[in-house]
């Protein structure tokens, strides 16, 4: 069978093993601590390729926090000592004030992804999840956490 249908045979693997199938954000060589935040995306993905998903979510909030310093100590230099919510708060706040007429509920994105990744990451402990729940919950910090990456990379 792989040898007649190899895309899909790969694609199959993929999401039995986890990598990702959504794009990966990739931090700029410019960007501040650009090296450690990509090396978190990749130890993320190894992470959860290993079964080690606490940890993936762990990587996935050190990872989001990080970037959202990068973007402020280009953007809001005197906010970027802030934790991550809070600083999710004034990048949201940033990005209204300097796109303008764009979709609030679009910008809202970047507080409730914050939140879900805040919340994994301090809850996962108290969870009563099986490695299933374990597994797909890993998954989903994984891709918010590079959509948000990627979203935010636009205006570095």
Same mark, same amino acid.
């Given at each position: 069978m792989e040898h007649r249908?190899? /895309?899909?045979?790969? !694609? $199959?693997?993929?999401? $039995?093993?986890?990598?990702?199938? *959504? #794009?990966?954000?990739?931090? #700029?060589? !410019? &960007?501040?601590? *650009? /090296?450690?935040?990509?090396? +978190?995306? &990749? /130890? %993320? /993905? @190894? =992470? %959860?390729?290993? =079964? @080690? +998903?606490?940890? *993936? %979510? =762990? $990587?996935?909030y050190t990872c989001l926090e990080g970037f959202y310093k990068a973007f402020a100590r280009k953007n809001l230099p005197s906010l970027s000592h802030l934790e991550m919510i809070a600083l999710s708060r004034e990048i949201k706040r940033w990005l209204g004030q300097t796109l303008g007429s764009y979709p609030d509920e679009a910008l809202s994105m970047i507080n409730h992804i914050s939140y879900t990744v805040d919340r994994a990451r301090n809850k996962f402990s108290e969870s009563h999840f099986e490695e299933e729940a374990a597994r797909w919950l890993a998954l989903y910090v994984r891709d918010l956490m590079n959509t948000q990456i990627r979203l935010l990379l636009h205006f570095l």
């Open positions: 249908a190899h /895309d899909k045979v790969a !694609d $199959l693997r993929g999401v $039995l093993g986890g990598t990702a199938l *959504a #794009p990966t954000a990739v931090v #700029p060589h !410019d &960007t501040w601590s *650009a /090296d450690r935040l990509n090396q +978190y995306l &990749t /130890d %993320i /993905d @190894n =992470s %959860i390729a290993g =079964s @080690n +998903y606490e940890r *993936a %979510i =762990s $990587l996935s």
